[in-house]
């Protein structure tokens, strides 16, 4: 929210119980007990966000007036609640936001995260058609847990130094993504076992919090590898996606701007995960996002609200097709309750 700070415009308003006052020293207070803004657009290099509707509910706030005479800026702002409807933001460029410069980031929920995602791949590398089962518990992948099914003996999936891979009965050791970082965060490595057959013994897993928390911070932003082969990419065409995850309690985000999720045990914070044809789009859809609280900033003042719900989709196409994907996010509806901007 901090970084759309370039251009904005509105359409039409409405509202009730709508107060102007002079506040002293160049200062306005407004307050209304209700307050609809409709049509907005807003814009910054890189990002288009357009917001249908915007509800506020027993709103007080100090405007103050530059001695340059131009436009009123927000000093102070008190919303008993607050309702976006029809969201839609959407990426136009390359993120001009190096993540690691945001601060230490905390993904607590990633800790908790649970549940599955299954792949149908038509006409594999290896084999002709094979069906993937990845579990997720506790926030960690895996690999002994994981299942490549297909006609004959089983393959199986795992972890090692050089990569994430497949051991396909007959085929040998077949690379999916390769690692070009000498550090992989989260990762713990197949081993094998000792005496000369040397066979795998355990074949690794991904803590998905440290992983994701260790590319974030690191500076410039980088992936830890790349796909293995041209070959590997055009399976995208040919594979089918679908799961759903749950994501645990707690922080998600830096310390300036975060959400701290709730609500794992009501079910709520459900993600699933769906494609049809993965290279032409993937959609990822939180029909209950609950957070307890959240903070961020909006144009340098901090903005810190009580719970928060969310209807959120994100949809991203053309992956595996070009150097960056379309990425949109949709939110039907997001409430805040008890938003406060500025400072204390």
Not at 29 to 54: I, N, T
Not at 149 to 165: C, E, N, V, Y
Request: proline share 5%; with cysteine.
């Amino acid at each position: 929210m901090h970084i759309l700070r370039e251009t904005g415009r509105t359409g039409a308003s409405d509202g009730a119980g709508l107060q102007l006052a002079a506040a002293g020293d160049g200062a306005w207070r407004v307050e209304a007990e209700r307050l609809e803004l409709r049509a907005l657009r807003f814009e910054h290099p890189g990002l288009e966000v357009h917001v249908a509707r915007a509800q506020f509910e027993r709103l007080s706030a100090t405007l103050r007036s530059p001695a340059d005479g131009t436009a009123p800026q927000l000093v102070q702002a008190d919303v008993g609640a607050m309702q976006l409807l029809g969201v839609e933001a959407r990426l136009t460029g390359a993120p001009r936001v190096d993540p690691a410069a945001l601060g230490p980031w905390r993904l607590e929920a990633l800790a908790g995260m649970r549940g599955a995602l299954h792949a149908f791949i038509s006409d594999a590398i290896w084999v002709l058609d094979v069906e993937v089962r990845l579990a997720i518990e506790r926030g960690c992948i895996d690999f002994n847990r994981t299942t490549v099914a297909h006609l004959g003996p089983d393959s199986h999936m795992g972890i090692s130094r050089g990569g994430i891979h497949v051991d396909a009965p007959r085929l040998g050791r077949k690379y999916l993504y390769l690692f070009t970082a000498r550090e992989i965060p989260g990762a713990q490595f197949e081993t094998r076992g000792a005496g000369r057959s040397r066979g795998v013994t355990d074949r690794g897993r991904l803590d998905l919090r440290a992983f994701v928390e260790g590319l974030l911070s690191h500076q410039p932003f980088a992936l830890p590898g790349r796909m293995a082969n041209r070959q590997l990419e055009a399976t995208l065409d040919r594979t089918r996606l679908t799961g759903e995850l749950v994501l645990g309690d707690g922080r998600l985000g830096t310390q300036d701007h975060h959400l701290v999720l709730a609500g794992q045990a009501q079910g709520r914070n459900r993600v699933i995960v769906s494609a049809a044809v993965l290279s032409h789009e993937l959609v990822l859809r939180l029909p209950e996002l609950a957070a307890e609280r959240a903070c961020t900033a909006w144009q340098g003042l901090p903005v810190r609200s009580g719970p928060v719900s969310a209807d959120l989709s994100l949809r991203v196409g053309g992956l595996g097709l070009g150097p960056r994907p379309d990425v949109t996010l949709g939110l039907g509806s997001l409430r805040l309750q008890d938003v406060h901007v500025g400072t204390d």
